[in-house]
C-alpha cells in the first residue's frame, strides 16, 4: 500500500516569504500526485495535480509542485506567500492505475501553515 | 461546488446514540468516499464505494456502516456512537483518478 509523508508539521512564515512544502511518497509503481489546500473552515479544494509529462506543474493562486521520480518527492512551492495563503496543506497520492480511484486517496497529515501579516 | 452535499454541518450526540451522516452527488461519479479528520493524522479513508452496492472498507472502518442503494447517495451510519469518534467527516466523489472533489464537511461531536 501506499504512503505520503509531510515533513512540516507546522511552518510560520511572514508575507513575501518563500515557501516549500515537503512531500514524499512510498509506492512501488506510477502514481497520480495532488496537493489540496483546506481553507480555515472549509472543505479541501484542488491546488494542483501531476499525472504524467512536465514534472513542474503549476496550479491555482500562484502555487507549484516538483515531481522528482528519484526521489519520490512532489514539493509544493509559492515565490511569494500572501496572507490568505494560511490553511492547511495536504499532500496526496494515488496509484495511477488504480481503475478509477477505487482504493481511495491516501493523504499526508497536512501542513498547517501561518502566514504573519 | 454544489455538486456534492453533506448534512448536516454539525451534529452533537450522545455515546452509544445512532447517527447518521448524509451525503449526496449530483455528477453521477461512480466512486464514493468517506474520511474523517483528525488532527495530527490528517485524512483517514473509512470506506468507500465503487458502485451501487458496492462498498469496501478503508484504513479505519471500525464503528461505521455505509450504504449505496443509489449511485448519488453514500450515507455514512455509526451504529453506537463512541468519544473517539468525534471528527469532522468528509464525502468525497470521483469518476476517475484524475481527482476527488470534496464536501464541505459534517463535524461531529460525541458527547
Known amino acids: 500500500a501506499q504512503s505520503v509523508s509531510q515533513h512540516n508539521h507546522h511552518v510560520i512564515l511572514s508575507e513575501a516569504a518563500s515557501l516549500e512544502l515537503g512531500c514524499n511518497y512510498s509506492y512501488g509503481g506510477t502514481v497520480n500526485l495532488f496537493w489540496y489546500v483546506q481553507y480555515p473552515g472549509q472543505h479541501l479544494q484542488l491546488l494542483l495535480k501531476?499525472?504524467?509529462?512536465?514534472?513542474l506543474v503549476k496550479g491555482i493562486k500562484g502555487f507549484e509542485a516538483e515531481f522528482i521520480k528519484s526521489k519520490f518527492s512532489f514539493n509544493l512551492r509559492k515565490p511569494s506567500v500572501q496572507w490568505s495563503d494560511t490553511a492547511e496543506y495536504f499532500c496526496a497520492v494515488i496509484p495511477a492505475f488504480s481503475g478509477g480511484g477505487a482504493d481511495g486517496l491516501t493523504f499526508g497529515k497536512g501542513t498547517h501553515l501561518i502566514i504573519q501579516p | 461546488d454544489a455538486g456534492i452535499t453533506q448534512s448536516p454541518r454539525y451534529k452533537i450526540t450522545e455515546t452509544g446514540r445512532q447517527v447518521t451522516l448524509m451525503c449526496h452527488q449530483t455528477?453521477?461519479?461512480?466512486?464514493m468516499f468517506w474520511y474523517r479528520q483528525d488532527l495530527g493524522h490528517g485524512l483517514r479513508l473509512i470506506y468507500y464505494?465503487?458502485?451501487?452496492?458496492?462498498?469496501d472498507k478503508g484504513e479505519v472502518p471500525d464503528g461505521y456502516v455505509v450504504s449505496r442503494s443509489k449511485t448519488e447517495n453514500f450515507p455514512l451510519t455509526l451504529e453506537s456512537a463512541t468519544r473517539s469518534q468525534t471528527s469532522v467527516y468528509f464525502c468525497?466523489?470521483?469518476?476517475?483518478?484524475?481527482?476527488?472533489?470534496f464536501g464541505s464537511g459534517t463535524r461531529l461531536t460525541v458527547v
Open positions: 501531476y499525472f504524467s509529462g512536465d514534472p
Open positions: 468525497a466523489s470521483s469518476e476517475n483518478v484524475n481527482g476527488y472533489t
Open positions: 455528477w453521477s461519479h461512480s466512486y
Open positions: 464505494s465503487a458502485a451501487a452496492d458496492i462498498t
